[in-house]
């Protein structure tokens, strides 16, 4: 019954920004965390940040510390990945993800995955 939609990718160049958004459509049961992944061609799935049900963690892969910046609306039920000094090496697919367990850098503990949106980062 949930749905979660991702938004804001496209192309650009090295050193932009680009601001994803993710909102879940339909009713939602319980509290949730939420978090993004990226998987680059040929490569695995793999974390790039969180947020705690409550936005009172949040938690990001080394390679992004202080270039991206996730947080989540009043309502809990939207994402934001703000990306900054975005560098070829950012490109990929990226996607949101729910989830009601508290390991949030394991791709595993996700039950609810929105389709991606691709990032191009352009050098």
């Known amino acids: 019954q949930v749905q979660l939609v991702e938004s804001g990718g496209g192309l650009v160049q090295a050193g932009g920004s680009l601001r994803l958004s993710c909102a879940a459509s339909?009713?939602?049961?319980?509290?949730?965390?939420m978090g993004w992944f990226r998987q680059a061609p040929g490569k695995a799935r793999d974390f790039v940040a969180a947020?705690?049900?409550?936005?009172?963690?949040?938690y990001y892969a080394d390679s992004v510390k202080g270039r991206f910046t996730i947080s989540r609306g009043a309502a809990k039920n939207t994402v934001t990945l703000q990306m900054n000094s975005l560098q070829p090496e950012d490109t990929a697919l990226y996607y949101c993800?729910?989830?009601?367990?508290?390991?949030?850098?394991?791709?595993?503990?996700?039950?609810?995955w929105g389709q991606g949106t691709q990032v191009t980062v352009s050098s």
């Open positions: 993800a729910a989830t009601v367990n508290s390991e949030l850098r394991d791709q595993d503990a996700y039950r609810l």
């Open positions: 339909g009713r939602t049961f319980g509290s949730f965390s």
């Open positions: 947020v705690s049900w409550n936005a009172g963690s949040t």
